[in-house]
């Protein structure tokens, strides 16, 4: 995962293109897609996996690869997992899970908070200099 290259919220850069969030139903579309190419169970994963990879990865906003099986014609299986585990690992930080465990659910609010509280830091101490509090009625 090319760390520090983000594009968007819900975008990431690596070699091939951009890898995209999925939504739910495109997750499920791409594994019923990959059930349907792969003829037994040892092939489900890598055919699953090409299944995402064709709906996540993509290139100025289009898609490099038509569908699962040109994924399949197109790259090795390692390039296919490590494309995969990208996009897992990438979904996995912006959408924890509360099965990740208290300490990771902490870290991550305390990560937002700090984000939040920093990019306000001295924005009102701005305004307030221009505009000062009036302590009551002057006649």
Do not use: H, Q
């Amino acid at each position: 995962m090319d760390s520090g290259f983000w594009t968007g919220a819900d975008r990431m850069k690596t070699a091939r293109g951009e890898l995209r969030l999925l939504s739910a139903r495109e997750v499920l579309e791409a594994r019923r897609e990959g059930d349907g190419l792969a003829r037994d169970g040892r092939e489900r994963a890598l055919c699953r996996n090409a299944c995402l990879v064709a709906r996540a990865l993509e290139r100025r906003g289009r898609p490099v690869y038509e569908d699962g099986a040109a994924v399949l014609d197109s790259l090795r299986a390692e390039d296919i997992a490590r494309l995969a585990e990208s996009w897992a690992a990438f979904n996995r930080e912006r959408n924890p899970s509360p099965l990740d465990g208290e300490e990771a659910l902490s870290r991550r609010k305390k990560a937002w908070s700090t984000r939040v509280m920093s990019a306000f830091n001295g924005a009102c101490s701005a305004c307030l200099a221009l505009c000062p509090r009036r302590s009551g009625r002057k006649k």
